[in-house]
């Protein structure tokens, strides 16, 4: 068993110890381990050694100096500089809230950065602000778009948080395809097949292959096939990646830099790095903030009370079961599955740093 | 078979005859007719006689006087006075581009409006601009949540309309479903069942009966089912439908008025009328323009280049088959169903309008 305050500081302290700056690396640690307290363990811990595996290869900057390149009232374009994503990230909702404070919204593109962990880490940031958060990212071409036997998006996920009066905000996080690759590898760990409309082998065929990903096959967008509105997703995908990358001067597509230190960076780039859209609009921008908060009160209460299907308890708010896994594992702490465990004391052991369960 | 030109004069006389003046019943024609040149039938001149029958019922103003509720240097709210959608978001993006021009994004938040039409319309006026458009609008509730048996949201699309230099634009249109209602209708005039995922019965279990939705069923998100992501197309309706409609103080979810006359308005409103969430984001906000259009092409060019999957011609750009059908039907004319010829006819002998086929 894990507690986030062992995790925290641990994490903190591999980041600080390829050079971070404290205040970066407990940034850093902070945004990492939003994904494990939402239950979302792919993009957590278990992802620690793969960043420091970049910083080896020289693709993750510890010491960025964040730039802006361009800049209005209402926007801002980033340069990361190489850096974690996670803190650029965390740098560029910094700027979309002081934008938004002076003229009601404020969206900032970055490139030039490299995966910032959960997109709903830094779309909350708005909240506390009595704002709306928004942020996007693409990622490493793992998806084939409708009608395509190539892969060319990432999962692209985004994420909205919009704040509430009594009732805890809705915050909808969500990658653009069927399943995450998270759920896929859980399938791979337990040799079972996967649902038709979640992947496609290499010539662009259904298959419940779950490894066929391995095989050079595709995730597939949200939708599956054209019957069922894979084009919707593919669409979203691709606005993800357009606002992050295109707009910003990130690598979009398949010259999206992998995760992956093994896998080299593509030839002839056509943009820095992974790129990144975040974005804050001042709920009072539009509306009275008290009127709007209540009116979200309301809205979640009547999806609440919705007569449920059969065999279903009731009907989920976005958010609802990522917020009850926070609660519950940073009071209680949580397991986290042997071979992580394992990739976690091997850095610590090479990086001289004490880590313990508890 | 019928041309543009001669079904746009119709619509406009048709518009002015309510009371429109001559400049709203041309931008009401426009918005209503760029549905049937896209090829999106069910959104066109289909529904002119829909309108009329809701300003009969005293739900459309003819003559709204559209009032700025509040703003900042980047947003409005708007109250639309209970006019025409069609005519509401044109001036709402009118407004959006303004606020683009001095600030770099303009977001307007619409309330007091009916239905606009179809998004991509209203999204891509900014192109003309050099700028990204964005439309979205809640609608009539037609649509159950994940684990709900109850409708809760409409089919609530959205729009990204993104220019490109010598590439046609990227228009990304789509509602949050995993099919639109149309091609649900198009199921049952000839007598098929729907594909599983389409749509749920009045106990929320998953049928492929057409006639569902009139037996109390329900359209379904984006994704179908929980195992197949309809938790992301209830979390995409949700966003529009709190960013159209709580927002801007419009009715949501179960509260948005039905499209059609024959339905009672929701008893306790939460709001006026229908709600529409506007954006414009001038591209060198962010970027060089030329820059982020060469980039543009790049990527449209890479996706058309992709490898497509047996049996399929080629993998397309977002906007590629509606682009298509309007230059074609500009060209040469198109059919339209016998029965929507004969509503037309009817409205015509009623309102003492000429309407010919030609």
Redesign the interface.
């Known amino acids: 068993m894990f507690t986030y305050s062992n995790l925290l500081v641990f994490t903190q302290q591999i980041f600080e110890k390829i050079g971070c700056s404290p205040a970066h690396a407990a940034q850093a640690a902070q945004a990492l381990l939003s994904a494990d307290l939402r239950g979302v363990d792919s993009h957590g811990v278990a992802r620690l050694s793969g960043y420091i595996r970049l910083w080896k290869a020289g693709r993750i900057n510890p010491k960025p100096e964040i730039k802006i390149?361009?800049e209005?009232?209402?926007?801002a374009?980033l340069d990361g500089d190489a850096g974690l994503g996670l803190i650029i990230a965390t740098e560029a909702m910094q700027i979309a809230i002081r934008k938004a404070d002076?003229?009601?919204?404020g969206?900032v593109?970055v490139s030039n950065s490299n995966h910032f962990g959960i997109a709903a880490h830094h779309a909350m940031q708005a909240l506390d602000h009595g704002m709306?958060g928004i942020a996007m990212t693409n990622a490493s071409p793992l998806v084939a778009?409708?009608?395509?036997?190539?892969r060319?998006l990432g999962t692209n996920p985004m994420c909205?948080a919009?704040p509430a009066l009594h009732e805890p905000p809705?915050v909808?996080d969500?990658?653009?395809?069927?399943?995450a690759n998270g759920k896929l590898e859980i399938l791979q760990r337990k040799g079972s097949e996967s649902?038709v409309?979640?992947i496609?082998d290499a010539?662009?065929?259904t298959t419940t292959d779950s490894f066929a990903l391995k095989k050079g096959g595709a995730l597939l967008p949200?939708?599956?096939d054209r019957?069922?509105?894979s084009?919707?997703?593919?669409?979203?995908g691709?606005?993800v990646?357009?606002?992050s990358a295109?707009?910003?001067?990130a690598g979009?597509?398949?010259w999206a830099p992998p995760f992956v230190s093994f896998l080299p960076l593509p030839p002839d780039p056509?943009?820095k790095g992974l790129g990144h859209f975040i974005g804050a609009?001042?709920?009072d921008?539009?509306?009275d903030k008290t009127?709007?908060l209540e009116?979200?009160d309301?809205?979640i209460r009547?999806?609440r009370q919705?007569?449920?299907?059969?065999g279903?308890e009731?009907?989920?708010i976005?958010g609802d079961p990522e917020r009850e896994s926070s609660a519950e594992r940073l009071e209680k702490g949580w397991e986290i599955v042997p071979s992580v465990v394992e990739d976690l004391r091997d850095l610590a052991k090479e990086m001289e740093i004490d880590f313990e369960e508890k």
């Open positions: 390149l361009h209005t009232p209402s926007t374009t002076q003229v009601g919204t969206w593109a709306i778009p409708t009608f395509s036997s190539e060319l909205y919009i809705f909808a969500f990658a653009t395809t069927t399943a649902p409309g979640w496609q010539e662009g065929e949200l939708g599956g019957e069922h509105g084009h919707k997703g593919y669409s979203l691709a606005v990646d357009i606002l295109v707009l910003s001067g979009y597509s398949a056509v943009g609009m001042r709920v921008a539009f509306r009127e709007f009116n979200m309301k809205w009547r999806f919705a007569k449920p299907v059969a279903v009731k009907v989920l976005p």
